[in-house]
């Protein structure tokens, strides 16, 4: 019914930068909250930065600072922009959304395929 599709992981060394996108389709009435969460090899997934329907956001202490979240609800799409990476941002970064799919239903959590990030020492 809906799926989230990323792009924009991949190699890059120590000090750069990568931009992730996350764009949502299928059955869409709203999307609230979206958000970008991260999974490193042997480790829970955490969130690294959200943003609500209305631009509000919120971010992990390790990537403040450095990352950015942005989107553009015309598109239902979300960004984060990583600059300074570091080897220890290295995982398999997915994308979240809350998403109502007609009127009158709840918010349901969807969850992207993941990409991976991988920096460089």
């Known amino acids: 019914q809906v799926q989230l599709v990323e792009s924009g992981g991949g190699l890059v060394q120590a000090g750069g930068s990568l931009r992730l996108s996350c764009a949502a389709s299928?059955?869409?009435?709203?999307?609230?909250?979206m958000g970008w969460y991260r999974q490193a090899p042997g480790k829970q997934r955490d969130l690294v930065a959200a943003i609500t329907k209305g631009g509000s956001t919120n971010y992990a202490d390790s990537v403040k600072g450095r990352f950015t979240i942005s989107r553009d609800n015309a598109k239902n799409t979300v960004y984060l922009q990583m600059n300074s990476l570091k080897p220890e941002d290295t995982a398999v970064y997915y994308c979240n959304a809350a998403v109502v799919l007609r009127v009158g239903f709840r918010y349901e959590n969807y969850w992207g395929q993941g990409t991976q990030v991988t920096v460089s020492s």
């Open positions: 299928g059955t869409i009435f709203s999307i609230g909250s």
